[in-house]
């Protein structure tokens, strides 16, 4: 008999006793797999399991197991795996099992052949219990799926839906034993109009048919998610590995490293690499006793804008931290408003120093007061917390493909400043600067490209001030790389 158990727990033991497990006390072999599947592997239930994250995380290997173990341990068993195309089971789905017996110690007890023109059916000796593979681009292959114990369809995102729906209806109830479909995938490869999406994650979905038929309401539905780093037998280095096979691009990163779903925003976003899962934050506060840094947008409509950060220099990496926005909307939506209610927030003795930047019209002279500037009033109400070199804005604002080009180098990760890596993290509580990096795109008009969405009836943006004032403190700090 073989059983399973955590990785974590399993790999606390030296290498002897790790032997003993795998090979066996009397008819007993116990083996690893990562502990989030644990569940997964264990159960043998009737349903549909969705498995599913991003790469490494050991997917394939531990539904390969499970198979393995159903096979050995069913009176009647009757498995068909597959994908999209038939022929490439062999080097994937078919090598996974076949890797799977010889890691469970049981080549002994099933016929299959590794040959690379040999037949991808697997049986087990004593049980009668097989394996046989499907391609949903074969038609004979899927007409052959009759009375299935299991079907596992690993790269689901690949399968249509018309295969999908065709394969459900073989899965029959009322027989000994469990009865189940089994769809791997990575979720990278899965956007919100995707058919797994409509189908078993209703809420999430973003097309356009309509949604008619609820699977959770007719199938037991078992859902499990793993990532790479949740796999133990990876080595340390597997991040940039994934790093590597991304290109650089953030956004396939992330799902790659972290399971996030695909986007389906158009290719224009104007902060690209911004990704949640990376850059926004829970638990970030202000730290009191280190100094803060504040930038403005002086646009009034629909809300005055304002930005409070803290630099954490760690040596290796040079991290800023947004802790708070304000967002006033008319009547407080003026400079003397939005100072008093960052200085409300937070006033206490342990202001270090407050350095302040912002949009460069704030340089400019106020219509109707002089030689008097907005600058000028932020100085005046700072006052007790500013000192010499408190002043940081710019004389003018750089160009706004400069100024994204640099704020996507940042959010990327390649950002390097006199050999410190430079990092962005944001408070989950800023949720309009949060909304602004999600939404805001690249728009048309000649030499000047706008961004934000525009409300087209009062002739204004409405988003985009939030992020405005990241880019002044940003093109600010590192105007030299400008």
């Known amino acids: 008999m073989i059983n399973f158990a955590k990785a974590s727990n399993f790999l606390k033991l030296n290498e002897e006793e790790q032997e003993v497990l795998k090979y066996g006390i009397g008819k007993h072999k116990i083996l690893p ?4 599947l644990l569940p997964y592997a264990s159960r043998m239930q009737n349903g549909i399991y969705l498995v599913s994250g991003g790469r490494g995380g050991a997917k394939s290997r531990t539904t390969a197991m499970k198979l393995v173990k159903e096979c050995m341990e069913s009176n009647y068993f009757k498995c068909f795996y597959g994908r ?3 022929t490439t089971n062999r080097e994937t789905t078919h090598k996974a099992l076949v890797n799977a017996i010889k890691y469970m110690g049981v080549e002994d007890e099933f016929y299959y052949s590794e040959a690379s023109n040999g037949t991808m059916d697997i049986r087990h000796v004593k049980t009668g219990g097989y394996f046989t593979p499907f391609g949903t681009d074969k038609e004979d292959k899927m007409k052959g ?4 114990t299991h079907i596992w369809m690993d790269e689901a995102d690949q399968i249509s839906h018309g295969a999908f729906s065709e394969i459900l209806p073989t899965l029959r109830h009322g027989f000994d034993g469990a009865r189940c479909i089994i769809l791997t995938f990575n979720r990278y490869a899965v956007n919100k109009k995707h058919w797994i999406i409509s189908t078993f994650y209703p809420d999430l979905y973003d097309g356009e048919e309509e949604l008619k038929i609820n699977v959770r309401d007719n199938y037991n539905i078992f859902d499990y998610f793993v990532n790479y780093f949740d796999n133990p037998f990876l080595p340390r280095n597997y991040k940039d590995v994934l790093w590597l096979a991304s290109n650089g691009d953030i956004k396939k990163f992330e799902g790659l490293a972290n399971g996030t779903w695909k986007q389906t925003t158009d290719d224009n976003l104007w902060y690209h690499a911004f990704a949640n899962t990376i850059h926004v934050k829970d638990d970030i506060k202000r730290v009191e006793g280190l100094a803060d840094h504040i930038s403005i947008d002086w646009n009034v409509v629909p809300y005055m804008s304002l ?3 803290q630099i954490h220099n760690n040596g290796e990496y040079l991290d800023f931290y947004c802790y708070q926005e304000y967002a006033l909307e008319s009547p407080l939506n003026t400079t003397k408003d939005i100072i008093n209610k960052f200085i409300s927030d937070y006033k206490r003795d342990d202001f270090s120093t407050v350095y302040y930047y912002g949009d460069a019209m704030g340089n400019r002279r106020v219509e109707g007061q002089g ?5 000028k009033e932020v100085r005046e109400l700072l006052v007790n917390y500013i000192g010499n070199s408190s002043d940081r804005s710019i004389r003018y604002n750089p160009a706004n493909i400069k100024r994204r080009d640099l704020m996507n180098s940042i959010l990327s990760g ?6 410190q890596k430079v990092r962005i993290f944001i408070s989950s509580k800023c949720k309009k600067l949060i909304n602004d990096y999600n939404t805001v795109k690249e728009g048309t ?4 490209v706008e961004k934000g969405v525009y409300n087209e009836e009062k002739n204004v943006e409405l988003n985009g001030h939030l992020s405005d004032t990241v880019d002044y403190l940003f093109a600010s700090i590192f105007k030299h790389k400008l």
């Not at 799926?145 to 299935?148: A, L, M, Q, Y």
């Not at 390649?414 to 050999?419: G, M, Y």
């Not at 008009?445 to 000047?448: A, M, Q, R, S, T």
């Open 145 to 148: 799926i009759e009375d299935p």
């Open 307 to 309: 930005t409070a950060w």
């Open 414 to 419: 390649n950002f390097v400043d006199r050999k």
């Open 371 to 375: 030689s008097y500037t907005r600058f």
């Open 445 to 448: 008009g000649g030499k000047l």
């Open 84 to 86: 999209k195309e038939w």
């Open 33 to 36: 797999v990562v502990d989030k």
